[in-house]
């Protein structure tokens, strides 16, 4: 069964930087598309980024300028780079990967945490 684990979560100060990992049990081009979604509380489920297969990104508009997806070379490995980490940015961040005729995978989500 393919499992997405993610890592990298943590507590960070305003302005920060982290670096989120989603590492899936097999290639991550068996994918067509992975994204990072976040979730605060109270809040709905939201995109924060995306990849496709061809490589083609998308960007929250809350995120956009500050947030990059990319992908590892062995191709097992979907980051989310961080950089100019506001409070609002606080939430759990989940990994979804999507492949035809699969139900959609997801991750068990790690926390991250921006304080003042």
């Known amino acids: 069964q393919v499992q997405l684990v993610e890592s990298g979560g943590g507590l960070v100060q305003v302005g920060g930087s982290l670096r989120l990992s989603c590492a899936a049990s097999e290639s991550i081009f068996s994918f067509n598309y992975v994204g990072w979604y976040r979730q605060a509380p109270g809040k709905q489920r939201e995109l924060v980024a995306s990849?496709?297969?061809?490589?083609?990104?998308n960007y929250g508009a809350s995120v956009k300028g500050r947030f990059t997806i990319s992908r590892d070379n062995a191709k097992t490995t979907v980051y989310l780079q961080m950089n100019s980490l506001k409070l609002e940015d606080t939430a759990v961040y989940y990994c979804n990967a999507r492949k035809v005729g699969v139900q959609p995978l997801w991750g068990q989500g790690t926390q991250v945490t921006v304080s003042s």
């Open positions: 990849i496709t297969r061809g490589g083609i990104q």
